[in-house]
């Protein structure tokens, strides 16, 4: 296989966009633009031209009164996306390796993106089925239990927004294709505390999914399991999903949520305190 020439996707603007924001550090968190140029030898007005876009951008910040610039608060934000993700992963991979020893199917997590869910994390069933599902892969929103699970708890009109978005591909006969319905359908996920995918996007696939919030109850991710068979009683997926939701709530918790009026660890409730 011949070796990828990377020379050729290469983007120097980029490159030199990245540069820049390299050059600050703790010793030095505030430069001028002729102090970078010089650092990087470029033409001064082409460095001017590429901060002056990076602050409109939100990835530096200029100080007006020594005409400095630092880096700036979107650098902050992605920087607690990545390392809220890393600490996602951390804080549920115990519990859906133990989801996975229960119940003995795959076992997925995924995150909200657009119209889709994208698999962040997969445990392969202990037996002989192999599903399609890849970490990095994608799946439609509105006939997976991952994408119920997650939409369920976006404010109604992102939710109604995501659904205009592109047409409601129907996969299987069991797929709703009505917004007006799946909006009602999401209000009995809401309620119910799960989610189900009874065959919607693939045939002979059943899964449960619920969220899983962090620190600000905020909803960043779904779990779910998925089962292989032409049929489910009621009371099998509801046993099932006792399962699945004690691993969402596990996994929230680890993430620093809390129902409101538990205790924080560590504390006592006033009911339980000793005069």
């Known amino acids: 296989m011949a070796k990828l020439d990377y020379s050729y996707y290469r983007i120097r603007a980029v490159e030199k966009a990245l540069s820049i924001l390299e050059l600050f550090s703790v010793e030095e968190p505030e430069l001028r633009i002729v102090d970078m140029a010089a650092k990087l030898d470029p033409h001064k007005s082409t460095i001017h031209r590429m901060v002056l876009t990076l602050e409109r951008a939100g990835y530096l910040r200029r100080n007006p009164r020594h005409g400095t610039y630092s880096l700036g608060l979107r650098l902050v934000e992605l920087g607690a996306l ?29 995150v909200l993106d657009g119209a889709d869910v994208i698999y962040i994390e997969k445990l392969e069933s202990k037996g002989g089925v192999r599903l399609y599902s890849a970490v990095g892969r994608r799946a439609p929103v509105h006939c997976t239990a991952l994408g119920k699970a997650l939409l369920a708890h976006q404010p109604r009109d992102v939710a109604r927004s995501l659904l205009a978005s592109r047409p409601l591909r ?48 905020s909803v960043i991710a779904a779990v779910s399991i998925t089962l292989i068979g032409p049929a489910f009683r009621g009371d099998e997926l509801e046993a099932y999903a006792q399962h699945v939701v004690a691993a969402g709530d596990g996994i929230s918790r680890d993430m620093g949520f809390r129902p409101r009026g538990e205790p924080l660890p560590g504390r006592r409730s006033e009911r339980t305190e000793k005069p």
């Open 82 to 110: 990545a390392l809220s993700s890393l600490e996602l992963g951390y804080q549920a991979r115990p519990h859906l390796e133990r989801l996975q020893q229960d119940v003995g199917h795959t076992v997925h997590m995924a």
């Open 170 to 217: 129907r996969y299987t006969s069991s797929t709703i294709v009505d917004a007006a319905e799946y909006l009602q359908h999401l209000d009995a996920v809401k309620e119910r505390g799960y989610a189900l995918d009874l065959q919607e996007h693939e045939l002979l696939v059943h899964c449960i999914a619920v969220p899983i919030r962090d620190h600000t109850g």
